[in-house]
């Protein structure tokens, strides 16, 4: 069994529209989140949420909406797609604690045409 | 945020150990010093991670100075399997983990 599967692993769409990732994670953990890793590889966290509770929203524009419906899923949903939202989304999770690991999704490859 | 520095790139011939430098200089005496690693096209997975004391496991090894300003992630026997780029990241209040470049390790055979 996948510990945190995202789908779709492939993501094509036009601009302005919107679209959704889902997230899932069989681990039990209480920490969720969602980092964006752009064209230069770069990985930024975007959201973290704990126990169904934002406690992260990095600067990350208000067209993305984070929703979790509950400890095992974090979705996330894009509005009014722009061409600088192409990039790779991870979801991730961890149990609390600062000696914790964190578990990767295999990433969503979004592309915005 | 407490920074980490990295080499943006390193070489290493297959079946030689690498040491992976970090530097964190401004590390806190809570951030505990994770390290994790992304094959190509795939998410970051862990390594290891330790507080004080140098740490061991079936990965890899961490060798964290005295002062905590410092860290080596060294990999004892580098395989064709562990080219990848190699995180070092500082984990503390919040539950955040913060990603800087990274070092893109090449291993030659």
Not at chain 2, 19 to 45: A, F, K, M, V
Request: charged residues 20%; contains cysteine; glycine residues 6%.
């Amino acid at each position: 069994d996948t510990a945190v599967s995202q789908t779709p692993k492939y993501l094509v769409t036009q601009m302005g529209n919107d679209k959704s990732i889902k997230c899932e994670q069989n681990l039990g953990h209480d920490t969720m989140y969602w980092y964006k890793q752009d064209s230069k590889k770069f990985l930024k966290i975007m959201f973290s949420y704990n126990n169904k509770e934002l406690i992260i929203n990095e600067t990350v524009p208000n067209r993305f909406s984070p929703k979790s419906p509950d400890k095992a899923h974090l979705n996330l949903h894009i509005n009014s797609l722009e061409l600088g939202d192409s990039a790779v989304y991870f979801c991730a999770s961890s149990q609390e604690g600062w000696q914790t690991e964190a578990f990767f999704g295999q990433g969503t490859r979004l592309t915005v045409v | 945020d407490a920074k980490t520095t990295q080499p943006n790139s390193m070489e290493s011939n297959e079946e030689e150990p690498v040491h992976l430098p970090c530097n964190h200089s401004t590390i806190s005496g809570t951030d505990y010093i994770h390290w994790y690693r992304q094959l190509p096209s795939q998410g970051p997975e862990y390594v290891i991670h330790g507080l004080t004391s140098n740490v061991n496991n079936r990965m890899a090894s961490l060798a964290i100075a005295e002062d905590r300003k410092s860290s080596t992630l060294i990999l004892h026997r580098a395989t064709l399997r562990d080219a990848a780029v190699y995180y070092c990241i500082l984990r503390y209040t919040g539950n955040q983990f913060y990603f800087g470049t990274g070092t893109s390790l090449t291993v030659i055979p």
